[in-house]
């Protein structure tokens, strides 16, 4: 198996890190921001967790990204495999997402580092 690198972050702080494969949470999957109970919690709380990983469609695609990753690995170069996914502010989605791939990577068999680029800056205003 061959390493994996995710990395979380969020749109509004900047492009994406570069990566293999990119993942874009903002437009399909709820958005914790908009609860005012949760907006000011991270991927750190449970609550937060609960709710995005509850999102209906959100481990189906962490299935894909999963086979995706081991299509890259299986290449005749691959060494590093780098997933980025990001959603707004970086805070809630896809560093929750990021967690739940690396959990499904790491019982695959691979040896999985998680950065969470964005999700200890302030909540983004919007």
Known sequence: MVAVEIVSFGYLHGEPPPAHLTIDLREHFRDPHVSPELRYMTADDEPVRAAVLN????????????????????????????????????????????????????????????????????????
């Open 55 to 126: 999102t209906p469609g959100v481990a189906e695609l962490v299935e894909a990204a999963a086979t995706a990753v081991a299509a890259f690995a299986s290449g005749p170069s691959a060494r590093v495999v780098t997933v980025a996914d990001g959603c707004a502010g970086g805070r809630h989605r896809a560093p929750t997402f990021a967690r739940a791939l690396a959990e499904r990577l790491r019982a695959a068999g691979h040896s999985v580092t998680v950065r969470h680029r964005d999700m200890g800056k302030p909540v983004v205003a919007r």
